[in-house]
């Protein structure tokens, strides 16, 4: 009976759980050989370029210019209910003189491919990650429990912003990304065939305790 009983709870099916390893999503994500797949924002007044010496190792991106971003060129469709957004990475702020802004954001947009403007999280210091020491390596980790249809939004991008840089003379350098959507582990459901077998062990098991308590 217990073997019966273990057949059943390996039938049983239908949901499925986080693998627990980790999986990337941005391409070309430490910048080893140039800054394929990322674009700076669309409207913005700066640009991208490649540092092939500096970065943890050697190569990075360097987001030039004043109030602009950066992110991938893949767009990722929200998650269908809540989910954990993983975003981090190794950001540098290269001032020269005055200190600006260099955060990790999220862009968040209201069509599926990601063709509108994109809005994304303000408020206090505390919103967003954000370098806080000039010319020094710092990783930023904003991971993010949310549920982006339930408020109107359909993708989203990680996005490295660039903000209050005065002479539009300096940088946020960018090494070592990390994005990843992870859904929450689904309770698993019964598969029909774990309904059938569980229908029939519940049958065999009646059929057992009918004939031990029958007379005679």
């Not at 910048?31 to 409207?43: C, E, H, K, Q, R």
């Not at 000039?134 to 339930?150: A, G, I, K, T």
Request: proline content about 7%; charged content about 15%; hydrophobic content about 45%.
């Amino acid at each position: 009976m217990k073997r019966a009983l273990l057949l059943t709870v390996l039938l049983l099916g239908g949901g499925h759980a986080a693998s627990g390893q980790n999986q990337n999503q941005i391409p070309n994500a430490t910048f080893d050989t140039g800054v394929d797949g990322w674009i700076a924002a669309p409207g913005g007044s700066g640009a991208i370029e490649w540092d092939p010496t500096f970065g943890q190792p050697a190569g990075s991106l360097r987001l030039v210019g004043n109030d602009d971003a950066t992110l991938p060129e893949l767009c990722f469709p929200a998650a269908p209910g809540a989910a954990n957004y993983l975003w981090r990475a190794d950001v540098y702020m290269d001032a020269s003189d005055e200190f600006f802004l260099c955060s990790v954001n999220f862009a968040l947009y209201d069509t599926p491919d990601c063709s509108d403007s994109f809005a994304f999280f303000v408020g206090d210091e505390d919103a967003f990650p954000w370098v806080r020491t000039p010319n020094q390596w710092e990783h930023l980790n904003f991971d993010s429990y949310m549920d982006l249809r339930s408020v109107g939004y359909r993708s989203v991008r990680p996005v490295v912003g660039k903000l209050a840089d005065i002479g539009s003379d300096d940088a946020c350098v960018l090494d070592n990304v990390y994005f990843e959507i992870v859904a929450p582990p689904q309770i698993p459901t019964v598969s029909p065939v774990g309904l059938l077998v569980l229908a029939a062990l519940t049958v065999a098991a009646a059929l057992v305790v009918l004939r031990r308590i029958s007379p005679g």
